[in-house]
């Protein structure tokens, strides 16, 4: 276990200056995601332009390795379709949990992610945001919570 | 305003700490290639050999069901069972075995109280009165029984320093307060609440007072008699004893009155479908085959605690207390969460820059264990307007060494936020 490879210079970088931080007005799809045990909690918030996420931002409050899995996770998808957002989640759920695990193709600066599965307690810090992606988008249709 | 602490003694003769950390197996557990440094004790504390062995000795030789058979691993077990009530009764000075039930934990120990005494007493616009230090446990067991009674919880509120606001308190007190729910010692923040004078308010109205002993009883001399509680729930493995024991002493009198809470075997004298007699105390509320090997241990761990001394103890935790406090308020950035006048030996902290779980895995990978979180008191949290903290509890066999560790880790993870 080794803690340089949880914190890798792009998720402290990531954490330090989130990019795509903040609320997106209006949203097509927004979701409040919270590890209820550790208090973290975020909202993603999507704009889409047919089947593509034309824009995707984050906002909330946790640990290192929540702040920056969003960051990145926001860079990764903004401009990509629906199936793409898919596909990364997939991929970023097995780089999260299987050891030597092997992407299907490059998935950028999130392969940082890979140092997480080390440490089994922060699994759920950097899936938070995928989770919360994922109910934004199944219920885009339904009015944008106002919280 | 707060009630005198008790009076100080003559400082008590330390104990050799080196020697009572080789009771504890676990102490010398390697965790990342370091030897464990255990501040996390206010979650669980470890277990002195004394106890795991009295468990397995138990298992080994004595084991059978309690209060059932003729035969002699029955008598054994039921008298080592109750020798453990007993010496409950002894450590908390209670009156009669009868006040002292066995339970599964505090949380249990609360919700019992909730559901029989509480729940056939409230009527609507009833109220119950808790302060904003508790548990998720001292909380939550409330709410449920407000819910099923249309009763009203009432919070009162805490000082910057993290200590009850007495004024408030009494503010609160009201006509329609059926009971009032206090934390002894605070899990968040250490505060020593000073409940004596609580009790004398809350009883100057006819209010019966419960309180949660489950972070007082492993640190400090607790007489439920000299306190005048009603209720008072704690839990074993806190206090360096199994985990899945606990108990609620309750005033004969209140418990007397109560209704069972869950009914099955060893709680009853006689069943018939037509009327079930139910069995005297404290057996009336202690339904179901027990944890009877936890409570041995229980036994062992009390035993162990009075050979230290309580008072040894409490000495002893309150010098690394100071010396904790010292320690990491010199550090920049550090924020310290909770700075009662009286503490327990407990520190919770945010650190500028550095996420309270990042902070936890940085010195676990340097094998201190710390709880980073809520610590399941999410409104002690809201109130100072944070998400988490960072928790370290010490006990008497944690070390001024393991504090400097603590120190120079907690600057590591500055290093790597920086």
Redesign the interface.
């Known amino acids: 276990?080794d803690?340089k490879d949880?914190?890798r210079d792009v998720i402290?970088d990531h954490?330090?200056s989130p990019r795509n931080f903040g609320r997106l007005e209006p949203a097509d799809a927004h979701a409040e995601g919270v590890n209820p045990?550790?208090?973290?909690?975020l909202d993603v918030y999507v704009a889409l332009e047919g089947e593509r996420l034309r824009d995707v931002r984050f906002e909330g409050?946790?640990?290192?390795?929540s702040v920056a899995a969003a960051s990145l996770m926001t860079e990764a998808l903004k401009g990509r379709t629906r199936a793409d957002a898919q596909r990364y989640f997939e991929e970023v759920h097995s780089l999260l949990t299987l050891p030597g695990f092997a992407p299907s193709f490059d998935l950028g600066k999130l392969a940082a992610l890979s140092g997480v599965r080390e440490?089994p307690?922060?699994v759920k810090?950097a899936s938070l945001c995928w989770h919360t992606l994922n109910a934004a988008l199944a219920h885009q249709r339904q009015p944008v919570s106002t919280e | 305003m707060s009630t005198p602490a008790r009076q100080t003694r003559a400082a008590p003769v330390a104990f050799d700490v080196e020697r009572v950390r080789a009771d504890f197996p676990i102490l010398a557990r390697q965790i990342?290639g370091r030897t464990l440094a255990y501040l996390d004790n206010a979650a669980s504390a470890q277990r002195p050999r004394a106890v795991i062995e009295a468990e397995a000795r138990y298992y080994e030789q004595m084991h059978a069901n309690v209060h059932r058979g003729v035969h002699t691993l029955s008598q054994e077990a039921t008298a080592a069972f109750e020798a453990v009530r007993e010496r409950v009764r002894g450590f908390i000075d209670a009156a009669s075995t009868r006040e002292v039930i066995f339970t599964r934990g505090t949380t249990e120990s609360i919700n019992l109280v909730a559901q029989s005494y509480a729940r056939p007493r409230l009527e609507p616009g009833d109220e119950i009165l808790i302060s904003w230090l508790e548990h998720h446990s001292n909380i939550v067991p409330w709410q449920l029984v407000c819910e099923q009674t249309g009763a009203q919880l009432k919070v009162a509120p805490i000082d910057e320093r993290g200590e009850i606001r007495f004024d408030q308190f009494e503010r609160l007190l009201s006509a329609r307060t059926r009971l009032v729910a206090l934390a002894h010692v605070s899990n968040s923040l250490g505060t020593i609440v000073p409940v004596e004078q609580f009790i004398a308010a809350a009883h100057a109205r006819g209010v019966p007072v419960l309180l949660d002993g489950a972070q007082a009883v492993p640190h400090i001399p607790v007489d439920v008699r000299a306190l005048d509680a009603d209720f008072y729930a704690f839990s074993a493995h806190k206090m360096y004893g199994p985990t899945g024991v606990g108990v609620l002493y309750g005033r004969e009198s209140l418990l007397e009155a109560m209704p069972p809470w869950q009914g099955g075997g060893d709680m009853i004298l006689s069943v018939r479908f037509e009327k079930t007699t139910f069995n005297a105390l404290p057996h009336k509320f202690e339904a179901g085959t027990p944890n009877i090997a936890g409570v041995v241990g229980f036994g062992a761990a009390i035993d162990y605690l009075q050979g230290l001394g309580l008072e040894r103890v409490a000495a002893c935790e309150h010098e690394l207390l100071e010396y904790a406090t010292a320690r990491l308020a010199a550090i920049p950035g550090l924020r310290l969460i909770g700075t009662a006048r009286r503490k327990s030996a407990l520190v919770s902290f945010v650190l500028e820059g550095?996420?309270?779980?990042?902070l936890g895995?940085?010195l676990d990978?340097e094998g201190i264990a710390i709880r980073?979180?809520?610590h399941c008191a999410?409104p002690v949290?809201e109130f100072y307007g944070v998400?988490?903290t960072a928790r370290a509890s010490l006990a008497f066999y944690n070390t001024r060494a393991e504090i400097d560790r603590l120190a120079a880790g907690i600057q590591h993870a500055r290093e790597?936020?920086g």
């Open positions: 276990m803690l949880l914190y402290i954490n330090r045990l550790c208090g973290d909690r409050k946790g640990c290192a390795i440490f307690a922060r810090c | 990342n550095v996420h309270p779980h990042d895995t940085i990978a980073t979180g809520h999410m949290m998400p988490a790597v936020f």
